[in-house]
């Protein structure tokens, strides 16, 4: 098995504190604030900025970056587009909303984008936030509801992207003759999550790589099961991947010190408001999430929020989505991406606070020790062998 390894634009801002908020969260909540004396100054989310990170990920080897989406964030579309021209291999795991935009559309769009990018889009299918940011964007479909419609809107645009008029007719969706003008080559493969019993076929009928927030390894295996099972009734076999942050350092109590120095900076006041928001998700991979940190709050100490061995919940505290991180030295943090891979885990969407300065230890740090492994291969080899 080789690992592919990607990692994170920071739309929403960066910080060298946490920076909270994400789907579903009021602006501002969690928000850090800059303390005198200390350089955890926010950074905007601009181009420049962000074009150092993709260009730096592309040089330390990463496959992919992931450009999530949600109101507080930049258009993952335009911003990536723009970032063609800075990076040469990177790819671009571009997150959507398909309830916001005709399938029709949204094949030619990935078409198109598959065609200037010579071949390096893929495509992050999320079915959808809170309610709240749902009508935010004049979509009231209840949760169910919304993954049928997912459904519906992943059928149309594979069959547009044949090369054939592709007919349509459903609860949400009718289209006659949907097709692109030239299908994309290769077909932009589609990544999901969902941890509800309403997410489960969708994946196992449409997508290529399922994905799961860093869940314990024993939950992550569950998980796999499920969705295995369900793929497997539908005679196709998935990949795996795991949304992770990470803090990986040359020595363990380095790592840990970071981890507490993140915690420190949180201010009380700001986790109270982030929980009241996190508790009321309807969400189940939201609630998932919040269980794994809220029982595990007792002196302060980074440590009580280790729920595996490395396995650190601290980030979860403030932000809603993927909510644990990888804390330890880079052996130790190779160790248990190695224990997600004995999974079946095969794809790591990692980042980290701030997320040009983290790219940096895991890529110099941990991607090395993998290869040594011969867990992953390098892509800039891969690229010139081309």
Not at 66 to 77: I, Q, R
Not at 208 to 218: A, I, R
Not at 269 to 277: C, N, P, V
Not at 331 to 356: K, W
Request: charged letters at 25%.
């Amino acid at each position: 098995m080789t690992l592919r390894f990607h990692w994170f634009l920071p739309t929403t801002g960066d910080s060298r504190a946490l920076v909270g908020g994400g789907h579903g969260m009021p602006r501002g909540v969690g928000r850090p604030q800059p303390r005198p004396g200390t350089a955890d100054q926010v950074r905007p989310p601009d181009i420049d900025y962000l074009a150092q990170i993709a260009r730096s990920a592309e040089q330390l080897g990463f496959e992919a970056v992931l450009t999530p989406t949600g109101t507080w964030c930049e258009d993952a579309w335009l911003v990536t587009a723009a970032l063609l021209r800075e990076t040469s291999r990177l790819k671009f795991l571009v997150a959507f909303r398909p309830g916001f935009v005709s399938p029709t559309l949204a094949a030619q769009m990935a078409a198109t984008y598959q065609r200037i990018s010579r071949g390096r889009l893929l495509l992050n299918v999320v079915t959808g936030g809170e309610s709240a940011e749902q009508r935010r964007f004049g979509d009231h479909l209840p949760h169910a509801e919304r993954y049928a419609r997912t459904d519906e809107f992943l059928t149309i645009v594979r069959g547009a992207w044949t090369g054939e008029p592709f007919d349509f007719k459903g609860e949400h969706y009718h289209v006659e003759g949907a097709l692109v003008a030239r299908p994309p080559e290769p077909r932009p493969l589609l990544y999901f999550g969902g941890s509800s019993q309403a997410a489960g076929p969708v994946a196992a009928r449409h997508v290529d790589v399922y994905l799961t927030w860093g869940e314990p390894p024993d939950q992550v295996a569950e998980k796999i099961a499920w969705i295995r099972g369900l793929a497997a009734e539908q005679g196709r076999e998935l990949r795996f991947g795991i949304r992770l942050h990470t803090i990986s350092r040359d020595t363990s109590a380095a790592a840990w010190a970071e981890a507490g120095r993140l915690l420190e900076r949180l201010d009380p006041a700001h986790i109270e408001q982030a929980q009241r928001t996190l508790a009321a998700s309807e969400s189940v991979g939201q609630r998932r999430m919040r269980q794994l940190h809220e029982k595990y709050r007792k002196s302060g100490a980074p440590r009580d929020l280790e729920i595996h061995p490395g396995l650190w919940a601290g980030v979860g505290l403030v932000r809603s989505g993927a909510g644990t991180a990888l804390v330890g030295s880079h052996t130790e943090v190779a160790d248990l991406v190695e224990q997600y891979a004995q999974l079946g885990i095969e794809e790591f969407i990692l980042s980290g606070y701030p997320h040009l300065e983290e790219a940096y230890w895991f890529g110099e740090g941990v991607l090395p020790e993998l290869r040594r492994r011969g867990l992953t291969g390098d892509p800039l080899e891969a690229q010139a062998a081309v």
